[in-house]
Each structure stands twice: as structure tokens, then as C-alpha cells.
């Protein structure tokens, strides 16, 4: 395996993490309002019950997100170049959410009043489904295909934006995060909040199944996802059909362990589908050319120089990331107090 490879996967790698541990984050901001715990609106000073699942982790899944980026700015500067400046509003509209969320969540207990209290609820909706959604937006985008320029840039207007086949991706996306995020809810909580949500995570997976098999039909006529590899496209969707039929049963069934699971293959699956079913383009113009893997990454020597890095930060985060989960192990209300 060539050192180009290995960054690819490790960007692959570090996405897919963001995807799993953040989407769970939008899921659960979503969600919150759906899930509050048997007590007068007067007495909700606290968090609920979604809040109290994420709040020992919240903020250091975005770890993985700064990882991402700086992979991206260092091993692979041509693709964020491209990417970036073509993707401009999206990746503006990601870290807003990011911002609002983060900041609603947090003071969201400082509200005396429940005016207040629902105008902060609101802010921690809207930092989750608009994150959320506009990932779904870039991996559609992506999926589907950008226009290139006589200059060799990739350009992205409303255009492209606004089509059945991304606009799919993006509610797609949307309910497969809201769905992951009640299945960590299930497994973090117990009693009527965990009952709560099973039947809402399993609700949230029958509509991003329908929503994707929309964006699947589009492909088969041809208004969807132009894929250089068609075979492995193939398997790989059909996997994410499995992971979501998966976490549907065990969701119905009690199984908080085996959902989570399986809605966290159902979050990695799309960034595997790019990686694979592009390969070896980045981008692409939906005509089969665009930004490969040898025009996209940077020269040999930097490489080497950023792997020194990478075995030392890339440990690390897995290291802190398994530690946290066993430290907060166990149901909310438990073994911790209540965060928000």
C-alpha cells in the first residue's frame, strides 16, 4: 500500500469517526425537545434526558472534525483548496451550527424563565439539523458530481445545490443523524426514556430509508450519483441498507447495544462510498474525470514529515476517545450527574 493510500484512508478514517461521534451530538441536539424527562415546564432548569446522554462527551467529538481538517490542510491541499473554496457557503453554514449549538447548549441552564428556555431549545435544534444537513448537502454534492472550470476549479452554485438527488442526500442525512443520536439516547438512558426513544429512532430509520431509496431511484435513471466504481458503489449501498434494516429490528427489539452499532455503520457507510466508489478521483464531474488521488495530495517528502505527526496525534485522540467512553460509562442519572 503506497503512502498517498494510507493518508486517504486516514482522512476516510478521521470523517468517518466525525460522523459516528458528532452525528450522535446533531441527533441528540435534534431530538432533545422530543425527549424531556416527566416534569413541569416551570422545574426545567436542567437538561433532558438527550442532553444528559451527550454531555460528558460533548465538544470532544469535535476532535475528530479538527483532525479531519487538519489532514485535509496539510496531507491534501489541492483538494481543500477546491474543496472548500467551492463548497464555501455549506462549510460557512456547518460551522455556524457548530458555533449556535454549542453556545445554546451551554447556556440554555442559565434561562430562569421557559420563554427563555424554549428560545434556547430552538437554537439547539437548529445547531443540530443544520450541521447535519448540510453534510448530507456535500456528500451529495460530491456523489452526484461538480461542474469543473476552463481553470481546472470545481464550481458550485444553487444550481447544483438545489436538485432532487442532493437535496435526498441531505434529508437522508438529517434523519439518519436523528436516528443514530436516539439510539445512543436508548443506550445511555433507561425506563420510559429509553422506550421513548427506540420508538422514535426506529420511526426516524423507516423515513431515511425511504428518503434514500428516493436518491437510489434517481441514480438508476440517471439523475443521481455518478460512480467510477459502480461494483463496489453497489455493495457498499447495499451494506448501508442492511445497517439500516439492522438498526430498525433491534431498535423494535431492545437491543440499545446492537442499534447503536449498527446506525454507526449506517453514518460510516456514506464516507466509505466516496472514498471507494470514486477512487481514484476525489472530485468528480459526474462524466467519469476530475481531481485524482496524485493531482490531490502533496509531494512525497511532506508526507513523510506529517507521518512522524500523525503516529503520535492519531493514537493519542483514540486513546482519549476510548478513555472517555470508559469513563462515563453507564446510564445517565446512575453513576453522573446531570451536565445541562
Known amino acids: 500500500m503506497s503512502l498517498e493510500t494510507v493518508w486517504l484512508a486516514l482522512l476516510g478514517l478521521l470523517l468517518a469517526g466525525y460522523f459516528v461521534l458528532g452525528g450522535y451530538d446533531y441527533g441528540a441536539q435534534m431530538l432533545h425537545p422530543f425527549l424531556r424527562r416527566d416534569e413541569p415546564e416551570e422545574k426545567r432548569t436542567s437538561g433532558n434526558a438527550a442532553l444528559d446522554a451527550i454531555a460528558p462527551f460533548f465538544l470532544g467529538n469535535e476532535v475528530w472534525l479538527v483532525a ?118 436508548a443506550l445511555r438512558s433507561d425506563g420510559d426514556i429509553a422506550t421513548r426513544a427506540r420508538e422514535l429512532g426506529a420511526k426516524l430509520i423507516g423515513g431515511a430509508a425511504a428518503v434514500g431509496a428516493l436518491a437510489l431511484l434517481l441514480t438508476v435513471f440517471g439523475a443521481g450519483a455518478s460512480m467510477t466504481n459502480r461494483a463496489t458503489s453497489a455493495v457498499i449501498t447495499a451494506a448501508f441498507v442492511a445497517a439500516l434494516g439492522a438498526g430498525w429490528w433491534y431498535l423494535n427489539r431492545g437491543h440499545d447495544v446492537l442499534a447503536f452499532v449498527a446506525t454507526s455503520c449506517a453514518a460510516v457507510l456514506p464516507v466509505l462510498l466516496l472514498g471507494a466508489g470514486h477512487y481514484p478521483y476525489l472530485l468528480t464531474t459526474g462524466a467519469g474525470a476530475g481531481l485524482d488521488i496524485d493531482h490531490a495530495i502533496t509531494d512525497d517528502a511532506t508526507l513523510k514529515i506529517l507521518s512522524g505527526f500523525g503516529v503520535l496525534v492519531i493514537p493519542t485522540i483514540l486513546a482519549y476517545q476510548f478513555w472517555s467512553w470508559w469513563a462515563f460509562r453507564g446510564r445517565t442519572g446512575q453513576r453522573h450527574p446531570s451536565y445541562f
Open 68 to 185: 479531519f481538517a487538519g489532514v485535509l490542510f496539510g496531507a491534501f491541499p489541492h483538494l481543500e483548496g477546491t474543496l472548500l473554496s467551492g463548497m464555501y457557503p455549506l462549510i460557512v453554514a456547518i460551522l455556524a451550527g457548530l458555533v449556535l449549538g454549542n453556545a445554546a447548549v451551554q447556556l440554555r441552564r442559565r434561562s430562569h424563565s421557559p420563554r427563555g428556555r424554549r428560545a434556547w431549545d430552538a437554537l439547539i435544534v437548529f445547531g443540530g439539523a443544520v450541521p447535519a444537513v448540510s453534510w448530507g448537502l456535500v456528500v451529495g454534492l460530491m456523489l452526484h458530481g461538480v461542474p469543473r472550470r476552463a481553470d481546472g476549479s470545481f464550481h458550485i452554485g444553487f444550481g447544483e445545490v438545489f436538485t432532487p438527488f442532493v437535496l435526498a442526500c441531505g434529508a437522508t442525512t438529517v434523519l439518519l443523524f436523528a436516528a443514530h443520536g436516539a439510539a445512543f439516547v
